[in-house]
Nanobody
Framework: QVQLVESGGGLVQAGGSLRLSCAAS????????MGWFRQAPGKEREFVGG????????YYAESVKGRFTISRDNGKNTVYLQMNSLKPEDTAVYYC???????????????????WGQGTQVTVSS
């Protein structure tokens, strides 16, 4: 079993930066693909980006490409989401998720992720 706990959310002005962390428990974390998703009020949960187990494959949604960076440290069982140049439309609850199945590529489908954190709120003021 894997448990995921996000941290690092908060309130930031437009143009600012935040770094989210997702700490995982369980020995199998290093074999999981990891994704970041977000959900704004009244909207569907959407894919932000993901990284495969080795960090050799990383994929971003078009809306965040060039502004957000995903990385992972398997020694620390942690995946990160560095968010720069934040915009008010980035406001959402951000979730990390674990995919134990796919190894060589990153899935953008929330249905492929079997493990989820509780989420952390990110609010970007204009």
């Amino acid at each position: 079993q894997v448990q995921l706990v996000e941290s690092g959310g908060g309130l930031v002005q437009a143009g600012g930066s935040l770094r989210l962390s997702c700490a995982a428990s369980g020995r199998t974390f290093s074999s999981f693909g990891m994704g970041w998703f977000r959900q704004a009020p009244g909207k569907e949960r959407e894919f932000v980006g993901g990284i495969n187990w080795s960090g050799g494959s990383i994929y971003y949604a078009e809306s965040v490409k060039g502004r957000f960076t995903i990385s992972r440290d398997n020694g620390k069982n942690t995946v990160y989401l560095q968010m720069n140049s934040l915009k008010p439309e980035d406001t959402a609850v951000y979730y990390c998720a674990g995919d134990p199945t796919r190894t060589s590529y990153v899935s953008s489908s929330k249905y492929d992720y079997g493990y989820w954190g509780q989420g952390t709120q990110v609010t970007v003021s204009s």
